[in-house]
């Protein structure tokens, strides 16, 4: 927060100011007290303290006071003290320790997201500057409540913090509303992350699982971990209609991570979802290269090509999607630095197919989950492809070289296949073991990953929606690898 990085930014010179009290509503004087009987440290008209009292706490009843700005800050029998951060100047005041600053910071935003998230009606403090960032004897921060009474630093004076009319508190709640979202396919390891990024993100969570999949000990496994995060588990199968449109009643939002081999069992899926009718985005098992640009069906057994039909059919049933375009995982390729058949990097010579120049798109499986659920309610990303081509993640194979060269701190010997002889050895080998050359073929040869513009072709890019989405970028990741 801005206010916060000005606030910790300054010297703490500008400490001193006003001594605060705060009262519950059942404790104390109901009215203000006179400033001249404030100012001695035995004042009778201070109010007094109840324990439950507190400038942040789930009690919003609670009145606020200020006292006049006082040169002395010595604490008052009896009184809970508290300091306002301001931008008066006391030279006898020592700056704040960095341990104090984060202490101060760090409990600024528990209590502001306390107010704008958790708490049950939404409340929009936006009144939030320093002078309204209190601190206690312990360094402890309160904020005073929006709405409540805070009195004027030159007479006893009822002035209130601004919030929001009704209305707009209302279209806050409905805006941080989460939808409900059912996730298929959660045993395997894009589904697991898929629902545990959409615990994280606060939505409610169903997994659709087969009955089988809790006498598998790695399924279970899994499963456990997601229901001790609150996930909920519904059984059921693609290939059960009921039990699908039973499912999908439930929820607002479906994503599907069967593997590449179940693609086609998505049709089942798409037609419970159209008759249940109750779905407002859908996301496919996609998460790879665009199918609708990939070009390479005479080689890939109809790998992109499946994918394609099941894109043609969500459209043609008339469901609102959002499809994931994320590239390659990191964990594909990647741990070799493209190099097929090795499991490590290479640390004497490297292949370089074509003429090492096209770049290609490598993403965690995890960061991947996490743009996916930032998705499910935005309306930038409905009836559209979400491309993922973050900075740090978008290389040559030449670039990848040279970053393990500087890593290793080793020139490596580059050897170049040309476009014609890759083509041959893909012919050469047997399916299934040639796709990892059919994959480094269609992206660092063809460029099918990085050859369009993102907005040309009415896409979006995640990480341009997503500014504050943290990601593992390529070098990150290789320094793993060392």
């Known amino acids: 927060m801005a206010v916060l990085s000005r ?9 001193v100011a006003a001594v605060l009290t705060a009262t519950a509503a059942h404790g104390g004087d109901d009215g203000l007290s006179d400033s001249n009987n404030c100012g001695s440290a035995g004042g009778e008209g201070r109010r007094r303290v109840s324990k439950r009292s507190s400038f942040f706490g789930r009690e ?52 502001l997201t306390f107010l704008h998230i958790e708490i049950n009606p939404l409340t929009t403090h936006h009144g939030v500057k320093s002078s309204n960032i209190l601190l206690d004897s312990d360094w ?32 806050a709640e409905v805006k941080k509303k989460k939808s409900s979202v059912l996730t298929v396919g959660v045993t395997g390891r894009l589904g697991f992350e898929l629902a545990n990024a959409s615990l994280e993100a ?33 059984e059921g199968s693609l290939h059960d209609e009921g039990s699908l449109i039973e499912a999908i009643k439930q929820v607002k939002v479906v994503i599907c991570a069967v593997n590449s081999k179940q693609v086609l069992d998505q ?4 037609s419970a979802i159209k008759k249940a009718g109750c779905i407002e985005r859908f996301i496919p098992s996609e998460f790879g290269l665009d199918p609708d640009k990939t070009h390479i069906s005479d080689m890939d057994q109809g790998f992109y090509s499946r994918k394609a039909e099941i894109r043609r059919l969500i459209e043609a049933q008339g469901i609102p999607y959002t499809f994931i375009s994320c590239n390659f995982f990191m964990s594909y390729l990647l741990p070799s630095l493209v190099q097929p058949g090795l499991k490590a990097p290479p640390r004497d010579k490297i292949t370089i197919f074509g003429n090492g120049n096209v770049k290609g798109v490598f993403m965690k499986v995890t960061d991947v989950a996490k743009f996916t659920i930032s998705t499910m309610d935005d309306p ?14 978008m ?61 040309e072709c009415g896409g979006v890019e995640g990480s341009v929606l997503y500014p504050n989405l943290k990601y593992t970028t390529i070098s990150q990741y290789l320094d793993t690898l060392l």
């Open 7 to 15: 606030l910790f930014s300054a010297s703490g010179n500008g400490m």
């Open 60 to 111: 919003r009843n609670q009145r606020i006071g200020i006292m006049p700005l006082s040169v002395s800050v010595a604490p008052c029998p009896g009184l809970a003290q508290v300091f306002r951060l301001s931008k008066l100047k006391d030279t006898t005041k020592s700056p704040l320790n960095w341990p104090i600053r984060l202490k101060i910071m760090m409990e600024a935003v528990k209590a």
């Open 140 to 171: 402890g921060t309160r904020h005073p409540p929006p709405g409540l009474a805070v009195v004027s630093r030159k007479r006893w004076l009822v002035y209130r913090f601004p919030i929001l009319s009704q209305e707009m508190e209302q279209s």
């Open 202 to 234: 606060s939505h409610p969570t169903y997994c659709l699982v087969r009955s089988t999949s809790f006498s598998d000990p790695e399924k279970s496994r899994k499963l456990q971990i997601l229901i001790d995060s609150g996930a909920i588990i519904l």
């Open 267 to 270: 049709k089942p899926l798409i």
């Open 380 to 393: 930038r990303t409905l009836n559209k492809v979400l491309y993922l081509r973050p900075q740090g993640n």
């Open 395 to 455: 290389y040559s194979m030449n670039e990848l070289a040279e970053i393990w060269e500087g890593k290793i701190r080793k020139k490596l010997e580059k050897i170049y296949v040309k476009e014609e002889d890759l083509l041959k050895k893909i012919k050469e080998t047997p399916y299934p073991d040639n796709m990892e050359m059919v994959f480094i073929y269609a992206t660092f040869v063809k460029g099918f990953q990085t050859c369009f513009q993102v907005e």
